[in-house]
């Protein structure tokens, strides 16, 4: 059964590790070339926790994992130093010294960016004193949620034929997310995310998405929910029915959302998630004019080809 992650439990320990991935996906944007879309950036799940997969370095590369299952932050090199600490109730500042200095440790360079991206009035993480949160069961429950919709978003991912985004871990939003795009190009982003450069944010939505994601509660919805929304959003899209029961669209975030609590405590909650994928999805292409005939597919089976 999956974990029930209620938001007032997870809430401290959640503001810790969104600043803690912060920290650490800066390594990762500081030595990773651009991808389009600041996919260079992200993080992934993985069978502990969350983890950068491997960032290149001048000398050698550098693997970081929140392991969320023994609670420890881990950076293996591939010059055979490692570093490691465990994760527990502490400031950002403290954890902000601690990575500074593991990475010193493994020999690589620890001239991160100091302050986090996509909250309002970011304070530098070393002013950051004060003592966070960390509940190691709460924790644990958040990413055992994860590996669910990390494996049911990948399976959505599969009955896509265009391109479509890695199934991947914003740190800056904290939100597990999976992106399809139409191909064509959108009219330029206005911006205005708060700490985030509005050149990033327009690269990002260069090209017409339909995306759908997955965040713990916060940001308008005190909840753990799942979220779908169309860039640009075609006329009548807010007004789509879309499935399942319990699915609504909040006007304030200009997305629909479907509470975990629907999904967790349906009878089949893979199906249940995926009828949310694909009705939001379906009313994103629909309404825009999508090539569907050679955009979609069906969803991917473990071997079968694809027909042609």
């Known amino acids: 059964m999956l974990p029930a992650i209620p938001y007032a439990r997870f809430k401290e320990s959640g503001a810790s590790l969104h600043m803690w991935t912060q920290i650490v996906g800066k390594f990762r944007l500081l030595q990773t070339p651009w991808i389009n879309h600041s996919w260079q950036a992200t993080f992934y799940v993985n069978a502990r926790g969350l983890t950068t997969a491997l960032i290149p370095g001048a000398d050698c590369a550098y693997e970081i994992t929140f392991d969320l299952r023994d609670h420890w932050l881990r950076i293996e090199a591939t010059n055979g130093k490692a570093a490691s600490f465990a994760l527990e109730p502490m400031s950002v500042s403290f954890f902000y010294e601690k990575f500074r200095d593991a990475l010193t440790s493994v020999g690589a360079p620890n001239n991160i960016h100091h302050a986090p991206n996509e909250v309002p009035d970011p304070v530098p993480f070393a002013k950051q004193t004060d003592m966070g949160g960390y509940d190691r069961d709460a924790v644990t ?168």
């Open 141 to 308: 429950d958040f990413w055992r949620a994860l590996l669910f919709v990390d494996g049911v978003f990948k399976h959505f991912r599969t009955g896509f034929l265009g391109k479509a985004s890695p199934v991947h871990f914003f740190w800056g939003s904290f939100d597990l997310a999976v992106t399809r795009f139409s191909g064509r190009p959108a009219p330029m982003h206005p911006g205005g995310f708060p700490a985030l450069p509005d050149e990033i944010t327009r690269e990002a939505y260069s090209h017409e998405v339909s995306s759908a994601g997955f965040w713990p509660g916060g940001g308008g919805v005190d909840e753990a929910a799942f979220y779908a929304y169309a860039y640009p959003a075609s006329d009548g899209f807010k007004d789509a029915p879309v499935k399942p029961t319990g699915a609504y669209y909040l006007d304030d975030l200009g997305e629909f959302v479907l509470p975990y609590e629907v999904v967790r405590t349906s009878d089949n909650p893979e199906e249940t998630l995926l009828a949310f994928l694909q009705s939001t999805y379906d009313a994103a292409a629909d309404l825009a004019g999508w090539d569907r005939a050679a955009l979609d597919g069906p969803l991917g089976a473990p071997r079968v080809p694809r027909p042609l």
